[in-house]
Structures are given as C-alpha cells and as structure tokens.
C-alpha cells in the first residue's frame, strides 16, 4: 500500500527566501508524481506533474525533481512571496490514476 | 481554468440524511474520481468511474456510491450521513484510465453534518 509522508508540516519564512518542500512514497512504482497548491477553503490548483520517466519539471519559479529509487520528490520555490502562503500537497499516482496524497506543508511567507 | 465544475459550493445535512454531490468533468474526459478531505488532512480517494462504470474503490463504506453520465457528468451519494462525514469533496477527472494522465480538479463542495 503507498504511502505518502510530507515533512515539515509546517513552514514559516522571511520574503525573498527560497522554499525547500519534501515529499516521500513507499512504492516506488508510481506512473506520476504531482504537486499542488491548496488556499484555505478553497480546492487544488496543479502546479506540476513530473512523469516517472522525468528527473524534474520547472515552472517560472517553481522546480520539482523526483527520485524513483529513492522515493522522494522536492518541491523548489525560488524567491518566495507573500502569495506564496498556502498548503502544498504532493500525490504520487499509480496505474489507474488513483492519487495518493500526503498530508500537505503549510506554508507562510512573512513580508 | 481546468473546466471542471462542482456543485453545490456548500452544503449543510443532518445526521441520518442523504446527500447528493454533483461534477461536471472536462469535455472529453471519461475519468471521474472522487476524493474526501477532512480538515487539516490530504484527500483520501473515495471511488473512480471510467465510462459510467465503478473502477475501484478506497475505504469507504457502501453508503458512498455514484454514477456517472455519458455527458461527463457525475453524482457521489452519501446515504446515512454521519458526522464524521463533513469534509470537503473533491472530483477530479482525466481524459482516460491510464495512471500518465494529469488529473484535473474541481473547486470542491463543503460538506456540514450536524
């Protein structure tokens, strides 16, 4: 059975630091890995599906890389802004497109 | 903007009620799963359909079924509603089974059982 671990569970830093998010799965049999942003209240917004054939997928600020033999994932977000205060949530997925999720880091970038 | 509506955006039952959610997937997508998630947790997987037929099943009783619609459209029912239920749920959906395929979620609707 997958299981998904999100370590911290909770991350606060000063604007203009970057962000180091980690992700962890048991079953390194997974056909994707991806990351999501969650506001408060609100549903998931996808920021980026790393297929398990890719090393990382960037986007502008945002770089994740993934690790199959080890089973990890690390979410990289470069010069972080207020805006980037939210919950991220990391789902690896296996062959039918069932998602497994972590419980999510919340994060908060103070001005 | 992934197309993918829900409704309604709250809802508020009594214990013991029914309750029916509501998904509109993306056009063209013949994958729905349907995901609950209490507060301060990550979704858990409740269910999947793949061309209006159930595909697998998370740990959920059969008090949660569903149906889906050849017009890309789904329902999650939750009969007998206990108070453990009130989460948030989401529907997400994919142009087809295969694990490859990005899914696509939609805002969720705010389940209160009281």
């Known amino acids: 059975k997958q299981e998904v671990t999100q370590i911290p569970a909770a991350l606060s830093v000063p604007e203009g630091e970057n962000l180091v998010l980690n992700c962890s799965f048991t079953?390194?049999?997974?056909?994707?890995l991806q990351w999501f942003r969650q506001d408060p209240g609100k549903g998931l917004t996808s920021l980026l599906l790393i297929q398990s054939s890719q090393r990382e997928q960037t986007s502008g600020r945002l770089n994740a890389s993934l690790d199959k033999s080890s089973g990890r994932s690390t979410l990289y977000i470069a010069a972080s802004q207020p805006g980037d205060s939210a919950t991220y949530l990391c789902a690896a997925t296996d062959s039918w497109g069932k998602l497994q999720f972590g419980a999510g880091t919340q994060v908060v970038v103070t001005p | 903007e992934t197309g993918v509506t829900q409704s309604p955006t709250h809802l508020i039952k009594t214990r013991g009620q029914q309750v029916t959610l509501r998904c509109s997937s993306q056009s063209g997508h013949n994958t729905v799963s349907w995901y609950q998630q209490a507060l301060g947790q990550g979704p858990q997987f409740i269910f999947q359909y793949y061309r209006e037929e159930e595909n697998g099943r998370g740990n959920f009783p059969p008090r949660f079924s569903g149906l889906q619609f050849p017009n890309y459209s789904s329902e999650l029912n939750v009969n007998a509603l206990e108070l453990d239920d009130s989460a948030l749920y989401l529907c997400?959906?994919?142009?087809?089974?295969?694990?490859?395929?990005?899914?696509?979620f939609g805002p969720g609707t705010r389940l209160t059982v009281t």
């Open positions: 079953d390194s049999a997974i056909y994707n």
């Open positions: 997400a959906s994919s142009p087809d089974l295969a694990g490859s395929y990005e899914q696509y």
